[in-house]
Nanobody, 120 residues
Framework: QVQLVESGGGLVQAGGSLRLSCAAS????????MAWFRQAPEKEREFVAG???????AYAESVKGRFTVSRDTAKNMVYLQMNSLNPKDTAVYYC??????????????WGQGTQVTVSS
């Protein structure tokens, strides 16, 4: 079955950096679009960044210029490099996947999430 396993979360001071990783298995990774979402307490889950099967990246306005999404198809991994973190970035971060041919915005598979906490 498909599994997405996030890692790399933690506690960091404002202005610091973290790199999240997502290990994917059980799917043909090279044809899947991957994305990162986040959910802060008492808020809805929101899109953070995505990378298509052919390496086109997209970002939420709130993270543009600070976050970078990348993928390593040989390792079935997707990454989120987060720089200049601020307390508003505090959330549980989720990795998600959907087939590259999908025309919907709905992601089919989700990881369990990793907590990112940014202290002021």
């Amino acid at each position: 079955q498909v599994q997405l396993v996030e890692s790399g979360g933690g506690l960091v001071q404002a202005g610091g950096s973290l790199r999240l990783s997502c290990a994917a298995s059980g799917l043909t990774f090279s044809v899947y679009n991957m994305a990162w979402f986040r959910q802060a307490p008492e808020k809805e889950r929101e899109f953070v960044a995505g990378i298509s099967w052919n390496n086109n990246a997209a970002y939420a306005e709130s993270v543009k210029g600070r976050f970078t999404v990348s993928r390593d198809t040989a390792k079935n991994m997707v990454y989120l490099q987060m720089n200049s973190l601020n307390p508003k970035d505090t959330a549980v971060y989720y990795c998600a996947a959907k087939p590259g041919y999908s025309s919907t915005t709905t992601y089919d598979y989700w990881g369990q999430g990793t907590q990112v906490t940014v202290s002021s």
